[in-house]
């Protein structure tokens, strides 16, 4: 019973690593950026710079007359207009073990979505979260605007 109780801690714990490990997950980084741009990580806000690594969860906030490149591990581009905003919520790209995922929440303003691997191999797995729908990703290039 002892090595029954032993174990099962072992796998919680296994999982409990897992689970840490995906939140700190590098899923891309920033490319490119022109005025303001805030990275809001842990409820902290702090100035990105191109090659800053994104996780999942982070938000990125662009201001006014600004804008942003983001590039995905599979390729998949972000361009972020002027005073927009969006959270990670999820990324998984594991073509070894066929595990795909990508979910974002759009707030507020523009952006051109450029399909990398992701599109190709799982387009069923991509979806984007407005504040008044949730968009799953069938083609390869959008414009999305939220005013």
């Known amino acids: 019973?002892?090595?029954?109780?032993?174990?099962?801690m072992l796998v919680f714990?296994?999982?409990l690593v897992n689970?840490?490990?995906m939140q700190d997950q590098d899923i891309g980084f920033l490319k490119s950026k022109t005025g303001t741009?805030?990275?809001?990580r842990a409820g902290?806000?702090?100035s990105v710079e191109p090659g800053q690594h994104l996780f999942v969860t982070d938000t990125i906030v662009t201001g006014p007359q600004s804008s942003a490149g983001v590039v995905f591990q599979?390729?998949?581009v972000l361009t972020l207009g002027a005073v927009t905003s969006i959270e990670m919520q999820k990324y998984l790209f594991n073509p070894k073990e066929e595990q795909y995922g990508f979910e974002f929440y759009m707030k507020r303003g523009e952006l051109i979505y450029s399909s990398g691997k992701l599109g190709k191999l799982a387009p069923e797995k991509i979806n984007v979260k407005t504040p008044r729908a949730t968009v799953g990703v069938r083609g390869t290039r959008?414009?999305?605007?939220?005013?």
């Open 1 to 8: 019973m002892k090595r029954i109780w032993i174990v099962c």
């Open 13 to 15: 714990s296994a999982t």
């Open 19 to 21: 689970a840490g490990e």
């Open 37 to 40: 741009v805030a990275l809001i």
């Open 44 to 46: 902290l806000e702090r």
């Open 74 to 76: 599979d390729g998949t």
């Open 142 to 147: 959008f414009l999305l605007s939220i005013r």
